[in-house]
C-alpha cells in the first residue's frame, strides 16, 4: 500500500508493515477479492423449555443463549450453553423435589443468532403481544465465560440491586473462602464516585436481549466472567472469537475452570438447591465439561444438520429436567461458502503472474478437531472484484473512512479495494462504510495490536496460548439488522409473506472477505502512498502501514467470493418452568447455541 502514514491511532502491531491510508497499490499492482458466498433459505429452530409458575405463572422471567456458531464455538456461544443446561439441570432437580417458582420460568436455545439475531428476534415478533404484556425479565447467557477474573455485566438499570444483592451471595471460586463475587467486582472493577461496581446500563443490539429490550420493553441483563484486561495488553475481546481454534481444549488450557469451595448461598434461595448441587468438586465439573465438549464436538452453524442436532439435545435435557419444552422452527435466509471453493484474495502483478494468494482457509494445529466451515463473512454476495488500488482504513469507523478519504480524495476511493482491522466497530459496518465510500470490495483481517499483544511468534500464539496465530480468521455476519432479512417486523413462519432478496436494504453489495494477519502482513507490504499516523499503526513486522493507492509493481488485487443465500429452518427451544404464585409475569434466562 501507498499513501500517507495512518495517525497512531489507526496502526496495528503487524511487524514490517508501515500503516498507510491507501491509494493506488504499489509497483502498479492490483488486489483482488474473490468471494464464493451464497444466499439460501434454510429452517432455523428455538428450542423453549418451560417450568411453570405456581402464584404468578403467566408473568414470564427468561433465559437464554443461542446454539449456533459459525465454526465450534467453544466461548461463544458454548459457555452459555453448558451454563443454561446446568441451571436447567439444578431447578429440574429441584422443582422434581417440590420447588415452585413464584412466576413461570422460560428457558430458550435460539437458532441463527450469529446471523443477524435471528432466532430470538423471530420468536419475539411472533408473540410480541403476549411478551409485551406478561415478560418481566430476560437473563442473557452468549458468553458466559471468557476468562475467570471477574464478573461483566450489561443491565437495565431496574435490575441493579437485584444484581449486587446476588453477586454479595455468592461466593468467588478462585479466591479465599469467604470472599464473593461482589468482593471481588469491587477490588478490581469499582466507581470511585458511587462507591459501587461498575455496570454498564443499557444493552444495545449485540445479542439475544435486543428484542426484549427494544420490542417487549422487559428489563433485561447480560453476563459475562471474563479475564484480567490489563494481564491481556488491554485487548477488547477474547481473541480467537469466531475462528476455528475456538475450540475446547483452548478452553481447557487458556480459561482455567474451579468449581465453587462453598455452595452456602444455595440454601437462601431453596433448601434443597444444596441437595440439588452437586458438592463434590470432580463431579460438578465433570458434568459442565460433559455438556461443552459434546457441543463443541461438531459445527453448529445455523440451518445445518448439526443445528438442529444440538437443538434436540437441549430439548431432550429440558424435558428430563422437568420444563414444559417448545421448539418453535422459522425458515429464514442464511448465508453460506462454499465448501470446496474457499473464498480468496489473490495479489498479481502487470502481465497476471501470480504473486500471492490466500490459503482461504485456517491452519489446522489438531487434526482430530471436526473440519469447520471455511472463513467467510455471511450476507456478502458472490462475486469477483479486483483493482489496482488498495487502501487501509483503520479500524472501518465512519470518521477512519473520512479522513482517509480527506487524505486521498473521494475520487481516489471510487472502484478500489479497502482493507480493515477487526476491532471497535461491527463488522457489517464496516463492510457498510466501504461501499459507502464507493469501494467494490472489502478485506478484514485481525491485526496482532488488537489479537495478539504479546507478538507472533509461535510460542506467544494459539496452539500454546490463546492470542490469535497468523492465520486466525474471524468469521461473522455483515447483516446490519436483526431477524430474517426477507420478513421484516414479522416472524418468518412458513406461511408469511417474504420480501425479494434483492430489495434487502440491510445487506451488503460488495464482496468482502476475512484474512489471517499472516496473509495480511504480504498484502500490506505491497501498499504505497504516505505513512499513517501512529494511531493508525498495527504491530505486524516488515510493514509500513500506509494510507495506500496504487499498488506496487503495478498489481492487482482480487476478491473472489464463492457464498451463496439459501432459506433454511433454525429452531429455538424454549424451557418454562411455572411460576406459583404471578405464573403470568415471566423472567427469561438465554443465550444463542
Known amino acids: ?13 503487524l511487524s514490517n508493515v508501515i500503516y498507510r491510508y491507501g491509494g493506488e ?11 464464493y458466498n451464497r444466499l439460501e433459505r434454510k429452517d432455523t429452530y428455538n428450542v423453549i423449555g418451560i417450568m411453570k409458575g405456581e402464584i404468578e405463572p403467566d408473568r414470564y422471567i427468561a433465559l437464554g443463549n443461542h446454539r449456533d456458531s459459525w465454526a465450534l464455538g467453544s466461548v461463544d456461544p458454548t459457555s452459555g450453553t453448558a451454563t443454561l443446561l446446568e441451571i436447567t439441570r439444578v431447578l429440574g432437580q429441584m422443582y422434581k423435589n417440590g420447588f415452585r417458582p413464584r412466576r413461570s420460568l422460560m428457558f430458550c436455545s435460539w437458532g441463527a443468532e450469529e446471523y443477524g439475531l435471528v432466532g430470538s428476534v423471530e420468536y419475539v415478533q411472533e408473540y410480541v403481544k403476549v411478551l409485551g404484556a406478561r415478560m418481566v425479565s430476560y437473563l442473557n447467557v452468549d458468553v458466559a465465560v471468557e476468562g475467570n477474573h471477574t464478573v461483566s455485566i450489561n443491565t437495565s438499570p431496574m435490575l441493579y440491586d437485584v444484581i449486587v444483592k446476588a453477586a454479595k451471595m455468592v461466593p468467588s471460586a478462585y479466591d479465599p473462602v469467604g470472599q464473593t463475587v461482589y468482593d471481588k467486582w469491587m477490588k478490581v472493577n469499582r466507581n470511585n464516585r458511587t462507591n459501587e461496581p461498575n455496570m454498564i446500563y443499557g444493552l444495545g443490539s449485540a445479542s439475544d436481549y435486543y428484542a426484549f429490550d427494544q420490542l417487549v420493553g422487559s428489563s433485561n441483563v447480560d453476563i459475562t466472567y471474563s479475564y484480567n484486561v490489563v494481564d491481556h495488553g488491554n485487548i477488547s475481546s477474547y ?20 468449581p465453587a469451595k462453598i455452595n452456602v448461598y444455595a440454601a437462601d434461595g431453596f433448601p434443597s438447591l444444596s441437595d440439588a448441587i452437586i458438592s463434590d468438586d470432580s463431579r460438578e465439573i465433570a458434568n459442565q465439561i460433559a455438556i461443552a465438549t459434546d457441543l463443541t464436538s461438531r459445527p453448529h452453524l445455523a440451518g445445518l444438520p448439526e ?12 424435558i428430563t429436567d422437568g420444563l414444559k419444552v417448545t421448539k418453535p422452527k422459522y425458515n429464514v435466509l442464511l448465508s453460506y461458502p462454499d465448501d470446496n471453493n474457499p473464498n480468496r484474495v489473490t495479489l498479481t502483478n502487470s502481465d497476471g503472474t501470480l504473486i500471492f494468494q490466500t490459503a482461504g482457509v485456517e491452519h489446522v494445529y489438531d487434526t482430530t478437531q471436526p473440519k469447520t466451515v471455511n472463513p467467510f463473512i455471511a ?3 458472490n462475486g469477483t472484484v479486483s483493482s489496482s488500488k488498495l487502501y487501509y482504513a483503520n479500524y472501518g469507523e465512519l470518521e477512519d473512512l473520512q479522513k482517509l478519504a480527506s487524505i486521498v480524495g473521494n475520487a481516489s476511493l471510487q472502484s478500489s479495494i479497502i482493507i480493515m482491522r477487526y476491532g471497535r466497530i461491527y463488522r457489517g459496518d464496516k463492510v457498510m462504510h466501504a461501499q459507502y465510500f464507493g469501494a467494490i470490495g472489502a478485506i478484514l483481517y485481525n491485526d496482532p495490536a488488537d489479537y495478539a499483544p504479546f507478538g507472533t511468534t509461535s510460542d506467544q500464539v494459539y496452539d500454546q496460548k490463546w492470542y490469535m496465530p497468523p492465520s486466525g480468521t474471524q468469521r461473522g ?33 460488495i464482496p468482502a472477505q476475512p484474512i489471517g494477519y499472516g496473509e495480511a502482513q504480504i498484502i500490506l507490504q505491497y501498499m504505497q502512498g504516505n505513512e499513517v499516523p501512529v494511531e493508525w499503526r498495527g504491530t505486524l513486522s516488515n510493514v509500513i502501514y500506509r494510507y495506500g493507492g496504487e499498488l506496487r509493481e503495478a498489481s ?20 418454562i418452568m411455572k411460576g406459583e404464585i404471578e405464573p403470568d409475569r415471566y423472567i427469561a434466562l438465554g443465550n444463542h447455541r
Do not use: C
Open 1 to 13: 500500500m501507498q499513501g500517507n502514514e495512518v495517525p497512531v491511532e489507526w496502526r496495528g502491531t
Open 25 to 35: 497499490l504499489r509497483e502498479a499492482s492490483t488486489i483482488e477479492v474473490k468471494i
Open 239 to 258: 481473541p480467537l472469537y469466531h475462528t476455528s481454534y475456538e475450540v475446547f481444549s483452548m478452553m481447557k488450557k487458556h480459561v482455567v475452570y474451579a
Open 307 to 318: 443445528d438442529l442436532e444440538s437443538a434436540q439435545v437441549i430439548e431432550q435435557r429440558w
Open 379 to 381: 450476507y456478502t454476495p
Open 477 to 509: 455476519s455483515s447483516y446490519t439488522s436483526f431477524g430474517d432479512p426477507l420478513t421484516p417486523i414479522y416472524p418468518s413462519t412458513d406461511y408469511m409473506y417474504r420480501v425479494r432478496e434483492d430489495s434487502v436494504t440491510f445487506l451488503p453489495k
Open 556 to 575: 492487482t488485487i482480487e476478491v473472489k467470493i464463492y457464498n451463496r443465500l439459501e432459506r433454511k429452518d433454525t429452531y429455538n427451544v424454549i424451557g
